[in-house]
């Protein structure tokens, strides 16, 4: 059970757009910023966003973050096949035992 | 460029301990954290914890204080994970990647993979 609730899949069809939710609580997502990775069958994760909204250089613009609350989104638009993956959203919990969590990860399938 | 050069994959029995090395390459080794994060057959990310390279400063996950020892050789750059007491359940590809921080923290650059595979 991971401490961010990430939907266990989402798809779309090629072309369209999709949301990636992220639940947390004050104690990690409330009070601190997230970062999202992609990770493509068989690799390493890939850094997608950080601090909330902040795209690394070479990631298209087609990728987004947000966050509100306790919760936070990935959004990609204009989706394309290449987008299959696992996604991860991430962040610092404040909590007594301060450490670094992941959502279980969405499988994003484009139909 | 930014690279994290991990060690080749392991096969343990129960009960040993396994050593994986990252080795760091085009930045400045001691401006920046490294962590460990591992992924078990078919599971999500789980963060393993943290050392600064700068002062070997460290903050290990709790399920793991007491088995998980993180170092660093700063004339090698290179970062080290062991993991001692092996279970079946330490399966996993182990990945380090490096710490960044702006507002908050991340992880912008990330090893390939090393696979520990535990097995009598």
């Known amino acids: 059970q991971s401490v961010l609730t990430q939907p266990p899949s989402v798809s779309a069809a090629p072309g369209q757009k999709v949301t990636i939710s992220c639940s947390g609580s004050?104690?990690?997502?409330?009070?601190?910023?997230v970062s999202w990775y992609q990770q493509l069958p068989g690799t390493a994760p890939k850094l997608l966003i950080y601090?909330?909204?902040k795209r690394p250089s070479g990631i298209p613009d087609r990728f987004s973050g947000s966050k509100s609350g306790t919760s936070a989104t990935l959004g990609i638009t204009g989706l394309q096949t290449g987008d299959e993956a696992d996604y991860y959203c991430?962040?610092?919990?404040?909590?007594?035992?301060?450490?670094?969590?992941f959502g279980g990860g969405t499988k994003l399938t484009v139909l | 460029q930014v690279q994290l050069v991990q060690s080749g994959a392991e096969v343990k029995k129960p009960g040993a301990s396994v050593k994986v090395s990252c080795k760091a390459s085009?930045?400045?080794?001691?401006?920046?954290?490294i962590s460990w994060v591992r992924q078990a057959p078919g599971q999500g990310l789980e963060w393993m914890g943290w050392?600064?390279?700068?002062?070997?400063?460290?903050n290990y996950a709790q399920k793991l204080q007491g088995r998980v020892t993180m170092t660093t050789d700063t004339s090698t750059s290179t970062a080290y994970m062991e993991l001692r007491s092996l279970r079946s359940d330490d399966t996993a590809v182990y990945y380090c990647?490096?710490?960044?921080?702006?507002?908050?923290?991340?992880?912008?650059?990330w090893g390939q993979g090393t696979l520990v595979t535990v097995s009598s």
């Open positions: 990647a490096r710490l960044e921080q702006g507002y908050g923290y991340w992880f912008d650059y």
């Open positions: 085009g930045y400045t080794f001691t401006s920046y954290g």
């Open positions: 050392i600064s390279a700068y002062n070997g400063n460290t």
């Open positions: 004050s104690s990690n997502i409330g009070n601190n910023y």
């Open positions: 601090d909330n909204n």
């Open positions: 991430g962040t610092w919990d404040s909590s007594l035992s301060a450490n670094w969590v």
